[in-house]
């Protein structure tokens, strides 16, 4: 079973390069955690890493349908409202 998940999710582009961009966009959540900026900034990694998978989600995705546009323009409706 888990041979088959690994075999179903692996990345177009390998796993080394999905490795790299894994370590380069938490390196920024792992530096604020270390510099102790931000107070319960433990919840960066989960952040960055949700940020990873729903991005590289819609990058590889064949269709472009209403759930792109709603992912693209939600957040920027949402702050106009403030």
């Known amino acids: 079973m888990i041979v088959w998940l ?3 999710l ?3 582009e390998g796993w ?3 490795l790299l961009l894994l370590v380069t966009v ?3 959540p792992i530096a604020a955690i270390a510099a102790e ?3 319960e900034d433990e919840r960066l990694l989960l952040l960055a890493l949700a940020a ?4 590289r989600w819609l990058a590889l995705r064949e269709d472009w349908g209403w759930n792109v546009w709603l992912c693209r323009w939600a957040p920027r409706s ?4 403030r």
Not at 78 to 81: I, K, L, N, Q, Y
């Open 6 to 8: 690994v075999k179903k």
């Open 16 to 18: 080394g390069t999905f």
């Open 52 to 55: 990873l998978l729903v991005g």
């Open 78 to 81: 949402a702050s106009w409202r």
């Open 10 to 12: 692996r990345p177009r």
């Open 26 to 28: 938490l390196c920024l």
């Open 37 to 39: 900026w931000v107070p």
